[in-house]
């Protein structure tokens, strides 16, 4: 055994043990905020982690540059998922007030509510 396999076996395993968290994080927090940290911040980084096992692994492929793309798309589109959702839940009240420390949202959502934007 190397020692490239066994720093592929880490990332892999680091990468699915923080996807585990994730999944258990989704189903145990309490609202849609704390679901939504836990559905992307987590689950970004051990998927990146599990493509650059895969990565390490595959080196000399041609599958390669589809493991990078995948990275990259996952890092574009989970941040703006993730704004999405906070928004919805915030529209529709879906969200435990007594957990916010500051609503900068409070004045964004005075306009809305008249039609504005």
Do not use: C, W
């Not at 849609?32 to 987590?42: G, I, V």
């Not at 041609?62 to 999405?84: E, H, Q, S, Y």
């Amino acid at each position: 055994m190397s020692i490239l396999d066994i720093v592929t076996a880490v990332l892999i395993l680091a990468g699915s043990t923080l996807a585990l968290t994730a999944a258990i994080g989704v189903v145990r927090f309490p609202d849609t905020l704390s679901r939504m940290h836990s559905a992307t911040k987590p689950q970004v980084l051990g998927l990146l982690l599990v493509l650059a096992g895969a990565a390490i692994r595959l080196r000399g492929h041609a599958d390669i540059g589809m493991v990078i793309l995948t990275g990259l798309f996952t890092l574009i589109t989970a941040p703006v998922i993730a704004n999405r959702v906070g928004q919805l839940a915030y529209r529709e009240q879906n969200i435990r007030d007594d957990l916010l420390t500051r609503d900068e949202m409070a004045d964004f959502g005075d306009a809305d509510s008249d039609g504005e934007k």
